[in-house]
């Protein structure tokens, strides 16, 4: 045993400097993160004046002023509904679109199959930029502009290859032999679908529905071209207008950016374990 011992010793000093070394870039690459987000949370209890003299300071006074203001306005809860309206209805479409999809490029075989899911993959290098004054026109033509739809639609459609491919690779996980069975029980493909697929691949779905989710609630060009009405700005839009209403306060920008931030931090916590299970799911099934 004391062998044995000696022998695991000398490793465990070799791996001790590379456990070090990662915990390090660890904190350093953490620390990119941290540090803007309590600059930003402490500099909203602050004063413009403070600010500029003890910008990295404690505030003195406190001035939780800048919050108060920003949480008791009517416009940032509005537009808080806003994306959150939209990042759901957008999700819902675009998962349940790619579900479908999914399902049918793992399951069945039929001439071209791999040349349409090639197509739908080759959306990933289409540039959503590129789209924007067709689509601006292609929503006018159809009364979109002002209309909540003329952003989830869009996005939905933009969200599709990335949504299918994750599908679809978790879909051909799937043993043939549970469809096999659930057929031999009198399971049409759809209901196969609907009562077994789905269920067993709640990880996946979790996760494309967490991407979704996420892609929608950043998204600001697209809302910025076809939002004019300020009933209908979502939260990166609010940002903007907040910044360019109280551009000398910068304390108050601050404050308004972090609780901006608060429900997608929150959301992310929430379902961040979804998030990654569903990542690992496809490859740890067998």
């Known amino acids: 045993m004391t062998a044995r011992a000696g022998e695991r010793a000398p490793g465990r000093r070799r791996n001790l400097p590379r456990s070090i070394s990662l915990h390090t870039i660890v904190l350093v690459l953490g620390s990119f993160v941290v540090v803007p987000l309590l600059f930003a949370l402490i500099g909203g209890f602050k004063d413009t004046g403070q600010l500029s003299t003890n910008p990295?300071?404690?505030?003195?006074?406190?001035?939780?002023?800048?919050?108060t203001d920003v949480l008791f306005s009517g416009s940032f809860w509005r537009q808080i509904v806003n994306s959150v309206f939209i990042a759901l209805a957008t999700t819902l479409i675009v998962v349940g679109l790619s579900a479908m999809a999914a399902y049918v490029f793992a399951r069945f075989a039929f001439r071209g199959r791999e040349l349409l899911y090639t197509l739908f993959a080759m959306g990933?290098?289409?540039?959503?930029?590129?789209?924007?004054?067709?689509?601006?026109?292609?929503?006018?033509?159809?009364?979109?502009?002002?209309?909540?739809?003329?952003?989830?639609?869009?996005?939905?459609?933009?969200?599709?290859?990335?949504?299918?491919?994750?599908?679809?690779?978790?879909?051909?996980?799937?043993?043939?032999?549970?469809e096999e069975a659930a057929t031999i029980d009198g399971c049409t493909p759809f209901g196969f679908f609907w009562r077994i697929l789905l269920p067993m691949a709640r990880p996946a779905l979790a996760t494309v529905s967490v991407l979704a989710i996420v892609a929608s609630?950043?998204?600001?060009?697209?809302?910025?071209?076809?939002?004019?009405?300020?009933?209908?700005?979502?939260?990166?839009?609010?940002?903007?207008?907040?910044?360019?209403?109280?551009?000398?306060?910068?304390?108050?920008?601050?404050?308004?950016?972090v609780l901006a931030m608060v429900p997608a931090l929150a959301f992310y916590a929430v379902a961040e374990r979804q998030l990654i299970g569903g990542l690992t799911a496809g490859a740890t099934k067998g």
């Open 217 to 257: 609630w950043n998204n600001f060009f697209l809302p910025l071209v076809i939002f004019n009405d300020p009933n209908w700005w979502t939260v990166p839009l609010g940002v903007q207008q907040f910044y360019g209403q109280y551009a000398a306060q910068t304390a108050k920008i601050l404050a308004y950016v």
């Open 56 to 67: 990295f300071g404690l505030p003195s006074p406190w001035v939780p002023e800048n919050y």
């Open 124 to 178: 990933l290098m289409f540039p959503f930029a590129v789209a924007i004054l067709p689509l601006f026109v292609l929503l006018r033509i159809l009364g979109l502009l002002d209309n909540p739809f003329g952003v989830i639609l869009p996005q939905a459609a933009f969200g599709l290859p990335m949504t299918i491919i994750i599908l679809r690779a978790f879909f051909r996980t799937i043993p043939r032999e549970v």
